[in-house]
């Protein structure tokens, strides 16, 4: 069975770029989440969708941030207009309930110059 | 708001030894606490999952306990091995069905031959 894979493994872009991170989850995961990693902090989630509904995105740090996931299958979430305070580590997680844990993808490496 | 220390940045110890990890939190106890395996340029790997009524997890070489009066949770390696070598992560989650994890910043353990 394959894990939850993300694309691109890495993305340098200039600020003011845009760029769109994707998620494919474990096939019947219903739940996708999002977290972040920026340098010397701690992972801290960012929202979460149940199919393809958005069931919490608390964590989203501002409006330059939108996240999708149509069909309830794979989801993007997009950074429009990106800032250097983006750059980070994105990682996406998904499960299939909630009585275990989640499964993670590689996470993808966003770096605003 | 919920904060989360773990006991120190990097840990070596010797192979063959015990590890222990330390993971604290300051505010409500969390329904799960989970511990996580980090490798450079991976994602968080699930290890273990402890509920707010368990004292102790066991799998394999693996032990977690979770003393809510001291609002702690020690993870333990017995035997340990080179390959253990990683940063180890503390993720609380507040309510079940909610994966919105509060992670730790980690604890990266080295285990020399």
């Known amino acids: 069975e394959a894990g939850v894979t993300q694309f691109p493994s890495h993305s340098v872009i200039e600020k003011g770029q845009t760029v769109t991170l994707r998620c494919d989850p474990i096939?019947?995961?219903?739940?996708l989440y999002w977290y972040r990693r920026v340098m010397g902090k701690e992972i801290k989630f960012l929202l979460h969708f149940v199919k393809e509904s958005k069931q919490d995105e608390s964590g989203m740090p501002n409006n330059r941030f939108l996240a999708e996931r149509t069909g309830g299958t794979y989801s993007t979430l997009k950074v429009q207009p990106a800032e250097l305070e983006d750059s980070g580590v994105y990682f996406c997680?998904?499960?299939?309930?909630?009585?275990?844990?989640?499964?993670f993808g590689q996470g993808t490496r966003l770096t605003v110059v | 708001s919920q904060k989360i220390e773990q006991n120190s940045e990097a840990l070596n110890i010797q192979e063959g030894k015990t590890a222990t990890l330390t993971c604290n939190y300051t505010n409500y106890s969390p329904a799960y606490l989970q511990w996580y395996r980090q490798d450079p340029g991976r994602g968080p790997v699930f290890l273990l999952l402890i509920r707010e009524n368990e004292k102790e997890k066991r799998k394999e070489r693996l032990k977690v306990t979770f003393d809510t009066t001291l609002k702690q949770s020690l993870f333990h390696i017995t035997a340990s091995q080179p390959a253990d070598s990683a940063t180890y992560l503390c993720a609380l989650d507040r309510a079940s069905g909610t994966y919105k994890y509060i992670f730790g910043t980690g604890t990266r353990l080295k285990v020399l031959a």
């Open positions: 096939s019947g995961h219903d739940n």
């Open positions: 997680a998904s499960s299939q309930d909630f009585t275990g844990s989640a499964f």
